[in-house]
């Protein structure tokens, strides 16, 4: 039974409210603070900039992955309620192969006709879950879409052409963990239980909700930005505030070895939160001191399971599922750029 049509016998669990929101947030808005006084106190020469420079440039790339990211949520946003609202039932479906792992493959190359970035894809794949589509499907989707899609193929060749299998890599990772995963949450008995009772109850009102198409249109558009914004905001936070508790030098410092330059560059990613459509460029500047394998477990796990994406996602998906995502992403992640680095 599809996640938009079913129905529950058990009471869903009180939601949280606006205010133990804003709380959690301003909570670990403080610990962050706190943390970042305390590293300037007790080890003054850990980062060669004062305090003051550092919380700055948090902010400042803090503000650069939400503006960069905001256009595609947006875009992506719309797409969802285009595949809601105005794509007739069955147009989509009817295209679909019957058997699951074949459907799975079919969306893992639906971003070659959706060339959005990782945070426009989740209101996307939010669109496909309320439109019938299966958990499996959708992650599978979620996984391969910012990946397997023309501009990432595009920018990660202008940046490292064909050398040390690098673009290949990338593109056969990230199809073969994005049907690994679909298939792993496919042995799942209750999928409804991978999905947030918020999103449930989303579902539910999407499924109750008849009239005209352009009031439905507005009205899906201001639920989708509801549910997202807030998680790309404090998501973005992170990943600023991150990325100065972290000193670069000490990433750099390790980058020669085989093993630990793929787990240094698998911890960047994460961090960074970079847009996968230009996170090739990025992770060139790192190339003459990296390994190759070390650069493809970059760009594999970055698109998938970044900070940014981990807010995201969990507006949508439980914690357990974010968390299973990241252990067999990363582990995949490295196997693969431990095979990249022993064949180049």
Known sequence: MSVATSSRTTAPAPPRTGASRTLVALGLGVVVVTVLFLIDALAPTFFSEPLPTRA?????????????????????????????????????????????????????????????CECGNVPFARGLLMRGFGVSDTLTF??????????????????????????????????????????LYSRHPDPDKLLTERFLETCEIVVQERGNRGRRTLAQFVVELRSVMPALIIGSLLAGAVQVLIPRSALLAIGSDPALSIAAMMALAIVVSLCSNVDAFFALSFASTFTPGSIVA???????????????????????????????????????????????
């Open 56 to 116: 700055q440039d948090g902010l400042t790339l803090a503000l650069s992955v939400l503006i960069e990211s905001l256009p595609f949520v947006v875009l992506g946003v719309v797409l969802s309620i285009v595949v809601q609202v105005w794509v007739p039932p069955g147009a989509i479906e009817r295209w679909m192969p019957r058997a699951p792992w074949a459907r799975r493959a079919v969306l893992s190359l639906l971003g070659m006709f959706i060339p959005v």
């Open 298 to 344: 970059f760009l594999v796990v970055g698109p998938i399971i970044d900070l940014k994406m981990m807010a995201l996602l969990r507006t949508t998906f439980s914690t357990r599922v974010l968390v299973g995502m990241t252990i067999v992403v990363v582990l995949f992640a490295f196997s693969l750029g431990t095979v990249v680095n022993l064949l180049v």
């Open 142 to 183: 979620l996984v391969a879409a910012p990946i397997v899609n023309p501009i990432v193929i595009i920018s990660t060749h202008a940046a490292f052409g064909f050398s040390d299998g690098i673009l290949v890599a990338r593109l056969i990772g990230g199809y073969l963990v994005a049907n690994l995963i679909g298939w």
